[in-house]
């Protein structure tokens, strides 16, 4: 389970946090993705001021990692880039070539470094068991010279390892899977497309040969959302029944897929909703809705099977 989106400061340094994480590794839960955001100013900005607000603070990083341990949770550190305008980090885009004058993948690039390999020393120095060196970074993928070198850099820094997470739809198009460890992508598909889906992917986990899991899954409980699981904008009425339906249907194919490792299931907030409202959130924590004793049931059962 993903816990703390986006990792605004001063969200995580709370006992409502610590409440929160506690909750979620009482439902099952063996992994979590710790993830945080940095955010640049625009699409075409060049600098990542991770060290400035909203950001997490390290502190504040470093104390979640530490309660994840203590719960008996592998962690998986998950920095992420957004824009602060509202542009998704999918768009985050350059020209192809370097142009003086123009903002370029290079200045880009020199700047995440710098995140990254942060995040990476952080994640050594307190045993995570994975990285994810990036988030449904759509335009920036096709910038594969780029990706190879700081995935180099990384394994300088970190000995764990290594994922990038891609979106949806997009796991035949990467073609630097091999300069990783695992291979992982945002499972957001509809309801009915599945197993459709899953043949698409096992033909890139066979090709390159590398573990494979959902890295982010999902689906509001809200009325219509099992069809378009990924838009959290989408209009309609809280519905348990609606994010159960999906949960069955999505466990279902998964786990007929032994290569499936897993489902990272997006995502638990670091500030819980009360039990009393939960039938009125229509966001995608489980909590306290019909999809969490699924989720129980269906977590404890793959466990026994020894995929991860």
């Known amino acids: 389970m993903t816990w703390g989106w986006v990792g605004t400061r001063g969200s995580w340094a709370t006992p409502a ?10 439902h099952s839960v063996n992994w979590t993705a710790i993830a945080y955001a940095a955010e640049q100013a ?61 903002p370029s993948w290079t200045e880009w690039f020199e700047s995440y470094r710098r995140f990254i390999l942060h995040a990476a020393a952080i994640a050594e120095a307190e045993r995570c068991a994975m990285l994810c060196i990036g988030c449904e970074m759509v335009r920036a993928e096709g910038q594969e010279t ?63 040969d590398k573990p494979f899991f959902f890295m982010e899954a999902g689906c509001p409980s809200r009325e219509g959302s099992a069809q378009l699981p990924n838009d959290w904008n989408l209009v309609g009425a809280p519905s348990g029944a609606e994010q159960l339906r999906y949960y069955e249907a999505m466990f279902g194919a998964c786990t007929r897929r032994p290569w499936v490792r897993g489902l990272m299931l997006w995502d638990w907030p670091a500030e819980l909703y009360s039990l009393e409202h939960a039938a009125d959130n229509d966001d995608y924590c489980p909590y306290g809705k019909p999809a969490a004793a699924y989720m129980v049931q269906q977590y404890s059962a793959w466990a026994s099977e020894s995929r991860a």
């Open 146 to 208: 780029h990706w190879r070198s700081l995935i180099a850099a990384v394994r300088g820094v970190y000995s764990g390892p290594i994922t990038y997470n891609c979106d949806k739809y997009q796991e035949d198009r990467v073609t630097w899977w091999d300069a990783v460890d695992v291979i992982s992508s945002s499972g957001y598909y509809p309801i009915d497309a599945w197993e459709t889906q899953l043949d698409r992917i096992e033909t890139v986990v066979r090709r390159f």
């Open 17 to 26: 946090a610590r409440t929160s994480m506690q909750a979620m590794a009482e």
């Open 42 to 102: 625009t699409p075409f900005s060049t600098e990542i001021p991770f060290t400035e607000e909203p950001t997490v603070t390290d502190v504040e990083i470093v104390s979640a990692i530490r309660h994840a341990h203590e719960l008996g949770l592998q962690v998986c550190l998950k920095p992420v880039v957004n824009v602060a305008d509202g542009t998704w980090r999918a768009n985050i885009g350059f020209f192809d070539w370097d142009v003086p004058g123009e």
